[in-house]
């Protein structure tokens, strides 16, 4: 009997053992299953009482600041470079929503917010931010939840392709529809690798083509090439090379620009354009990649080449400073159509840092473009925090310790964050949103019986739905237009004008460049 009683109190207290030991298990799985630190991540966000959330995606900063040697442990990178032209990209995303939520033919009884990251024109932060989308950063799973817990319906962006890619491989394993407005990298049409990727924005296989086509109504036969050390350049003249040899042209000499500043490679591409004989060079670079090339040239006094351009730089207000002129000017080169996007103007007049204490990246730009430090700010002063890539007119050379008082006055600026005539990618930015919610008006209009999902043509309902049965897609083309470049010295500016033809398009049953459409390109004109 007391041996019975024995083996029973044995058997319970192994059962309590294996109950505690089961127990620390998972507390130890779930003490280990965490995120180890936070990102760092400046944006803006509206979810509460919404009944969905469309996520953003826009480079507000040029690049990260370098870590700090003596820091033992990883940290979430700093951005620097406040650029004005992502800003209004951010700031017209916000505006098409509201736009949205306003109307009555789209998602009726259903309200739109939004959650926006600043990438920092970086991959490390725009994969951060992919992250928090997918996380929700408190949670070690995707839930396709945002941080507010509202859910999440798709992704606008990001800018340059690099990014994008960054993006749509973390995103696509989950099937997040994303909408790009700048990303023109071919790679990204390739539905294996980026399911769920969709863009407003041509891909550059068409540009290529188109420009080849232009090298050859001119009869140009020697030509080299510039482009980003990334995957848009690489890409892009990729292609480019493809279509010149099969038009039985030669590429003179191939350089790449560094993404990271290198004197050594920079001085590479430099002496390719001066010692070739080529007199025509095709640039595939972004504008703030492009910016310290354009310095070299001018110091190494290279003239007498005719540029053409991609659409990354053809409108960029690099282009705009004078002194540019003898080195540049003549560039021919694609460029987005462009648009008038009602209301946006006043949109964007009405930013100002006393609206939410909170709001860093709206003091940053008031910092930034007035050159004064707001009072009891914590964004810091300095001068990589002023310094804008986009344009001489952004930069500020000479810092100054004034506060801001706050009555300064955006109407006496001039940047490119307030200047609405040459709106290309920012009506990218207005189509991707809009792609979005047109996509999920027809979701939520769906009839049961009618549905395109099997078995029994079934209906998916908001918000309970999965990502990938949100359908986003086009059903007409777009355009490339030519720009032509006047240089009006007397007023030290520059006068954009495009064709009103279809200079290239997107879809293969289109004609590429009709040689008599080709008279709209001029050249360097002084007056």
């Not at 798709?154 to 700048?182: C, E, K, M, N, T």
């Not at 023109?184 to 769920?196: E, R, V």
Request: hydrophobic share 40%; charged share 20%; glycine share 6%.
């Amino acid at each position: 009997m007391a041996s019975r009683k024995q083996c029973l109190v044995l058997g319970l207290l192994a059962f309590l053992w294996a109950g505690l030991a089961s127990e620390g298990s998972e507390k130890q799985e779930e003490e280990t299953c965490r995120l180890l630190g936070r990102f760092d991540l400046n944006g803006y966000v509206d979810a509460q009482n919404h009944s969905l959330v469309i996520g953003g995606l826009f480079p507000i900063h040029a690049r990260t600041i370098p870590p700090n040697e003596s820091i033992l442990e990883p940290v979430s990178a700093k951005c620097e470079g406040f650029n004005f032209r992502g800003f209004r990209w951010m700031k017209t995303m916000i505006h098409t929503i509201k736009e949205i939520n306003q109307r009555r033919d789209i998602l009726p009884n259903i309200t739109l917010g939004y959650q926006i990251f600043d990438s920092c024109s970086t991959i490390s932060k725009t994969m951060e931010s992919a992250m928090v989308f997918l996380t929700g950063q408190e949670e070690n799973k995707p839930s396709i939840r945002n941080s507010t817990g509202a859910y999440l319906a798709g992704i606008v962006g990001s800018g340059g392709s690099s990014l994008s890619i960054a993006a749509s491989r973390i995103l696509g394993l989950y099937f997040l529809p994303q909408v790009g407005y700048a990303s023109t990298c071919s790679i990204l049409s390739d539905k294996f690798q980026f399911p769920t990727y969709v863009r407003t924005v041509a891909s550059d296989k068409f540009q290529s083509m188109a420009m080849v086509k232009l090298i050859q109504h001119f009869g140009w036969v020697w030509v080299g090439t510039i482009a980003d050390d990334d995957d848009y350049g690489k890409y892009g003249v990729k292609i480019f090379k493809e279509h010149l040899e099969n038009a039985n042209l030669c590429v003179a000499f191939s350089e790449t620009i560094p993404k990271v500043y290198s004197n050594e490679k920079m001085q590479r591409a430099v002496q390719a354009v001066k010692n070739s004989t080529a007199r025509v060079v095709v640039l595939y670079a972004s504008d703030l990649d492009l910016h310290p090339f354009m310095l070299e040239m001018v110091h190494h006094n290279i003239t007498h080449r005719t540029w053409i351009a991609t659409e990354a730089w053809i409108t960029s207000a690099l282009l705009a400073k004078p002194e540019y002129f003898p080195y540049f000017g003549g560039s021919i080169g694609f460029a987005i159509p462009r648009s008038d996007i009602p209301g946006l103007k006043e949109f964007l007049y009405s930013v100002h840092p006393s609206r939410d204490p909170d709001d860093v990246l709206t003091i940053e730009f008031w910092q930034t473009a007035f050159n004064c430090t707001w009072p009891n700010s914590s964004v810091p002063y300095n001068v990589d925090h002023r310094v804008n890539m986009t344009g001489k007119e952004d930069r500020l050379y000479s810092m100054s310790d004034k506060l801001c008082t706050g009555q300064e006055k955006l109407e006496d600026l001039k940047n490119t964050y307030l200047d609405v005539s040459q709106l290309r990618i920012t009506n990218n930015v207005k189509q991707a949103v809009y792609t979005l919610a047109h996509a999920l008006d027809h979701l939520s209009r769906c009839e049961e019986g009618q549905g395109p999902f099997i078995p029994g043509n079934t209906c998916a309902y908001i918000p309970d739905f999965d990502p990938w049965q949100v359908s986003c897609g086009f059903t007409s083309c777009g355009n490339w237009t030519i720009i032509r470049i006047h240089a009006l010295s007397t007023l030290n500016r520059r006068d954009f004008t495009s064709s009103t033809k279809t200079m290239a398009c997107w879809c293969p049953e289109c004609t590429f460049l009709n040689s008599h459409l080709l008279t709209v390109i001029i050249s360097f004109v002084k007056d």
